[in-house]
């Protein structure tokens, strides 16, 4: 069976319910998806006959032009989001065989999954809240299989402007957390964005917190369990990172529920699981 982690990487992931695997993709595979969010936001552009200068492709500068875009009118950074999910060099590293060899090593299984509707290419704005992940763990908003994982990629260089996520170190060892689907401070973020943990304050004061920050082509593969957040972006440039999500088709509870998929499948967390949403 193929290693990707080494033995000191699977540990830290065992005990943190996270690891940062530095150059873990190959430029070959991150900059045709640069590449090809730099075509989309030139099209969008030229579509709605905007004059905003667009240097030619560099994987440093591969979204100039997109501050410009959204400021002009923001419902335009919306089209370029759905439309970046759909760049074949996208699609497929979300089906990598680097991706399946890390699933069969870290969940010791040979029924690697892929979530449908689990993957996709954040976009997170300078000052911007709505779509800011406040704190949570991914399998109430993913379900799937309770041993699901993200890998989860920047393609900007990371830096504490950017808001990079951050951890509660070793949260995945303290199991599902309830949560209310409705936040009192941000009533207008809606699905898996309202998900709020009930007692949030205590529940992640206990542990320590962590943010990396990485470079485009590491790798922080995170257990659907462990309890992170978005940081804030008070920089002038856009956090654009990737998330690929993967799932175990033989652990018990995932397929006692059919391996079923919550909100990005239409689906309601309180008709699978009523035990984890409190009123
Ligand atoms: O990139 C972020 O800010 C948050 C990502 C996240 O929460 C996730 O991928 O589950």
């Known amino acids: 069976m193929s290693v990707p982690l080494t033995t000191e990487q699977l540990e830290a992931f065992q005990r943190d319910g996270f690891v940062v695997v530095r150059g873990f993709y ?4 991150i900059e045709p998806i ?20 667009q240097p030619p492709f ?56 892929i979530a449908a ?13 709505k779509f800011r992940a406040g704190w949570h763990q991914d399998y109430p ?14 393609l900007v260089a990371m830096t ?16 599902l957390a309830p949560v209310q689907e409705i936040d009192e401070a941000n009533p207008d973020k809606t699905g898996a964005y309202g998900l709020t943990l009930v007692d949030e304050e205590a529940r992640v004061a206990k542990y320590k917190k962590t943010a990396p920050l990485t470079e485009p082509g590491d790798l922080v593969l995170v257990d659907f369990l462990s309890l992170h ?10 956090r654009w990172s990737l998330q690929f999500r993967w799932f175990n088709f033989v652990e018990p509870t995932g397929r006692k529920l059919g391996w079923t998929g919550a909100y990005a499948a239409g689906k309601d967390l309180r008709a699978v699981h009523p035990e984890l949403v409190v009123d």
């Open 117 to 129: 509707g689990g993957y996709g290419i954040r976009i997170d704005n300078p000052q911007e809240e």
């Open 141 to 154: 908003a993913q379900i799937r299989s309770l041993d699901g994982l993200v890998f989860w990629s920047p």
């Open 229 to 238: 957040r978005s940081g804030e972006n008070i920089s002038d440039r856009s």
């Open 160 to 175: 504490p402007e950017f808001g990079p996520v951050e951890f509660c170190v070793g949260s995945h060892r303290d199991g």
């Open 26 to 29: 190959e430029a070959a595979e």
């Open 34 to 53: 640069q590449c090809g969010i730099h075509a989309i936001i030139g099209l969008v552009m030229e579509e709605q006959g905007l004059t905003i200068e």
């Open 58 to 113: 560099a994987p440093e500068n591969f979204d100039d032009g997109f501050q410009e875009l959204i400021a002009h009118d923001r419902a335009l950074g919306g089209r370029v989001y759905d439309a970046v999910k759909q760049i074949p060099a996208f699609i497929r590293l979300v089906a990598s065989t680097k991706h399946e060899a890390v699933v069969r090593q870290v969940r010791a299984t040979d029924q690697p999954a």
